[in-house]
């Protein structure tokens, strides 16, 4: 395994510019030049004290989230394309999980002066790459300097009419629970690069053959938000009654909906999609497939619950995976194992404050 980070910066053949010659005001500069507005609702973007973003009678949605180098990144694997790319992804998934079209993001940094400009350019050609791909715009932000390394900071900003919007709070008993995507292929991901991680510790002139794991690595290093899904409901004229998306773990976020629905739920065990990759690595690792379903987080799949009578319309779909469905808040929330006995459902999933 190569230190991304670490063989840019040794390497003497690399051109290296201090991002003390720019400024602050130059580096925004420069690592925004190219950025393009595409939202007619962006009225104004970068250059002033703030954004001027203008939905009419459309509901606003925002959102934020915090990735700090150390806790939810490890940049002696995590390329930092990879990196501006995820962090902008982390957010989208937020907004998407409203039902709501997202149109805008700021970015803010705190990085250390082990950051030359080069570095900092990779980073920005990933959140570039994602807002290109995902049609929005990069309208503000903030840069500072940091003592602990890489701090990275998204706001994305959303909008939907008030009646397509869809909260956690919706679900009713006998709703269906449905997941789009397959589940804990992000959490082996990060199992192999950490094994790899130790490996090149141990041996610094080993090449890993990480061939037999690339869908594992791609859903952890390049997630996708799930924009499609929204577009697939909406043609198929289903609207969940509540949703959230699967950041922190399948369990966490079932407890989420319910807790939030004021619902129980019974979530079948042989119902979780899987796909095979996860299985075989499972059994490579030692791992319990469920249990890495259930508690692995960074899936960035969403979780929903709609209406038994729009079941129909979604049966077949291979996007979409009915996984249980909700109870009333007595009967508890529970997992129905392939024994068929109910054990009770714990959030065991990703918490950073406890890591």
Not at 285 to 292: A, H, I, M
Request: hydrophobic share 40%; charged share 25%.
């Amino acid at each position: 395994m190569i230190n991304y980070l670490c063989k840019m910066i040794e390497d003497k053949n690399t051109a290296r510019t201090q991002i003390s010659e720019l400024g602050e005001f130059g580096l925004i500069d420069h690592l925004t030049k190219s950025f393009k507005i595409k939202q007619k609702t962006t009225n104004l973007g970068i250059g002033d004290d703030a954004a001027v973003i203008d939905f009419g009678n459309k509901k606003c949605v925002l959102t934020t989230d915090l990735l700090v180098e150390g806790v939810h990144f490890d940049l002696s694997y995590v390329p930092l394309k990879h990196l501006g790319y995820k962090a902008v992804i982390v957010n989208l998934s937020d907004v998407y999980a409203m039902n709501a079209t997202a149109t805008q993001i700021t970015v803010s940094i705190a990085v250390s002066n082990r950051f030359p400009l080069e570095a900092l350019e990779e980073l920005y050609a990933g959140i570039q790459t994602a807002a290109k791909l995902y049609n929005i715009d990069v309208v503000g932000g903030d840069t500072t300097s940091s003592t602990t390394g890489l701090i990275i900071s998204i706001t994305a900003v959303g909008y939907a009419e008030e009646n397509d919007l869809v909260y956690r709070s919706g679900a009713r008993d006998n709703d269906l629970l449905v997941v789009t995507g397959d589940l804990g292929a992000a959490y082996l991901g990060l199992q192999v690069l950490e094994r790899e991680k130790q490996v090149f510790k141990v041996n610094p002139n080993s090449q890993p053959d990480l061939d037999a794991y690339t869908y594992l690595i791609e859903r952890q290093l390049k997630p996708e938000a799930r924009k499609d899904i929204c577009e697939l409901l909406k043609a198929l004229d289903v609207k969940p009654t509540s949703m959230i998306d699967i950041s922190d773990g399948l369990s966490s976020e079932v407890i989420h909906l319910c807790k939030q629905s004021k619902v129980g739920a019974n979530v079948y065990e042989e119902k979780i999609p899987l796909d095979p990759v996860v299985i075989s690595v499972c059994e490579e690792f030692k791992l319990n497939s469920t249990t890495v379903a259930l508690n692995g987080g960074e899936d960035y799949e969403l979780l929903f619950t709609m209406k038994q009578e729009d079941f129909p319309k979604i049966k077949g779909n291979p996007n979409l995976t009915v996984i249980g469905h909700m109870t009333d808040a007595k009967s508890g929330i529970g997992l129905v194992t392939r024994a068929n006995e109910k054990i009770i459902l714990q959030a065991q999933g990703w918490n950073p404050i406890r890591e």
